[in-house]
């Protein structure tokens, strides 16, 4: 059995995304923090982005996990509980 090759970004994208990511959730969170809403409003819109950031994250990692064939949930393909290969 040969393993499949998967192609790896590189080192300058990967940079480029962490950047992106870090950039954005600091401008998020100064303009939250400078917003002028009560406490619970904050909170509701730091919970969104944390959950945003989750859900991008369980997204990416089943896309992973079906093209190298390991087994996952499948619960963003839609097919229950059966392995995704």
């Known amino acids: 059995m040969s393993k499949q090759q998967i192609n790896r970004?590189?080192?300058a994208f990967i940079a480029s995304a962490w950047t992106a990511l870090l950039l954005g959730a600091v401008a998020y969170l100064v303009?939250?923090?400078?917003?002028?809403?009560?406490?619970n409003e904050k909170g509701y819109y730091l919970t969104l982005l944390l959950f945003g950031l989750?859900?991008?994250v369980s997204l990416q990692k089943s896309v992973r996990d079906?093209?190298?064939c390991a087994r996952c949930c499948c619960c963003w393909w839609g097919c229950g509980t059966r392995p995704c290969c």
Not at 31 to 36: I, R, T, V, Y
């Open 66 to 68: 079906r093209l190298c």
């Open 31 to 39: 303009g939250l923090f400078n917003a002028e809403m009560l406490l």
């Open 54 to 56: 989750f859900s991008a």
């Open 9 to 11: 970004p590189s080192a």
